[in-house]
């Protein structure tokens, strides 16, 4: 996924300390003697998947309120049982999502949830990267209370784990935080340097519902409140109109398609082949598994690729290399990441996946990058290496007992569904 867009049939990775020192054809680099070597015949490398917008710890939430619209969906179902999270939930319903992300390949995640710390320590355990966040919502009365619990977690935690853990500031929408609070936030935000994770126009109804409130446009309210100065993680972006998209040309916008929530939320269908006419860097994500209802990168890279061709009738959009760069290049992008992560080059991270072709479904191989859009699917992933460890070897987790977090996150989700 380097610029040259180079696929090898035959090469060799050397990692040492956790970075790429050698990526090339097979055969023509020295190694020191004793190296763990990892058989890499029959399988292809790249880059680990990147998952620029989740909630890893609403897998406790799996199939428990299904075909609902958005907002019924979260006023009804999501936000009353989420009320009653403790950090226990949130603890080991993240070592499940981590589990489910290492084995689907992604060794990236871009997160949004409560009890953020608890979030921090599931990422520190399992060994995978991540880009974390906790939910503000401005229309609390413990507003300021929890934007100071926000700085706090930005302080103790930003590059942490040899910089395996970024931060951002999460706002959750603009409906749910007014221009003041928002205020506040930019200003924290460009004093620690970080960046803005935020949902956005996911909704139809969401521009009306957020003139309503205040009597100004979406654009209007992230220009005068600081954000968009700042680098902006946009979820969903579903509903930008021509004129915004002009606006965010050339600005660190991100927009972040979660194309198999939006399809089950019926939210509707991002404009990503006018962003990425107009230039556009594009990330892509899962959204959370209450809403998708599972991690799979592979999925969402297939949806990407094909949504849009029914959409425009055009089957030449979006095609095959375009969709896998946005979960990979477009995510390190996303994650202010690019110049560590999303490419295997050396001096990268060595965030490093191999998936098993010599699979029926992928038999016979004529075009790499299309079989990994079109026919690959998580389960193919055979080994998942975050900074230079291997996170799963042959299929087995390694940083991570699978049985005993299955166990856990199952009992507390019943418990809390009982509460």
Avoid at 183 to 193: C, D
Avoid at 278 to 300: H, K, Q, W
Wanted: some cysteine.
């Amino acid at each position: 996924m380097d610029d040259e867009q180079r696929v090898m049939p035959e090469g060799d990775i050397f990692v040492e300390d956790g970075t790429i020192k050698y990526v090339g054809e097979k055969g023509q680099y020295s190694y020191p003697e004793n190296v763990r070597v990892i058989e890499g015949k029959g399988k292809v490398a790249l880059p680990g998947l990147i998952n620029a917008h989740t909630h890893a710890a609403m897998t406790l939430f799996r199939g428990y309120a299904d075909d609902l619209a958005l907002q019924e969906w979260l006023e009804t179902k999501i936000w009353p049982r989420e009320a009653h999270l403790k950090p226990d939930d949130v603890y080991w319903g993240t070592l499940l999502a981590t589990a489910e992300m290492i084995r689907g390949g992604t060794t990236t995640f871009a997160d949004m949830y409560y009890y953020a710390d608890e979030v921090a320590h599931a990422v520190v355990d399992s060994g995978i990267r991540a880009s974390l966040c906790g939910v503000l919502l401005g229309i609390l009365p413990t507003a300021a209370k929890d934007l100071k619990k926000a700085i706090n977690f930005v302080e103790k935690w930003h590059d942490s784990e040899d910089s395996r853990i970024t931060t951002m500031f999460g706002p959750h929408a603009l409906y749910t935080c007014q221009p003041e609070h928002l205020k506040e936030v930019a200003k924290e935000a460009r004093r620690l340097g970080v960046g803005i994770h935020i949902h956005l126009l996911e909704t139809k109804n969401e521009r009306d519902e957020i003139l309503k409130l205040g009597g100004q446009e979406p654009f209007t309210i992230l220009r005068e409140s600081g954000l968009l100065d700042l680098p902006i993680l946009a979820a969903h972006a579903v509903y930008l109109n021509q004129d915004e998209v002009e606006l965010v040309r050339g600005l660190p916008f991100r927009p972040v398609h979660n194309p198999g929530s939006n399809m089950k939320l019926a939210s509707g269908i991002a404009p990503i082949p006018d962003y990425l006419e107009a230039g556009i860097s594009v990330a892509i994500g899962t959204d959370g598994a209450a809403s998708n209802n599972n991690l799979d990168m592979f999925e969402e890279i297939r949806l990407t690729a094909l949504l849009h061709k029914v959409n425009t009738t055009n089957p030449t959009v979006i095609s095959a290399y375009q969709a896998l760069e946005m979960a990979t290049r477009g995510g390190a992008l996303a994650l202010g990441l690019e110049n560590e992560i999303g490419q295997l080059r050396e001096g990268m991270r060595a965030d490093i996946i191999l998936v098993d072709v010599k699979r029926s479904h992928l038999t016979p191989l004529y075009d790499v990058v299309a079989h990994l859009v079109y026919s690959a699917r998580a389960c193919d992933v055979t080994t998942t290496i975050v900074d230079g460890e291997i996170l799963m070897d042959d299929g087995k987790l390694i940083t991570l007992d699978e049985q005993l977090v299955m166990r856990e996150a199952t009992k507390q989700a019943e418990n809390l569904m009982s509460r």
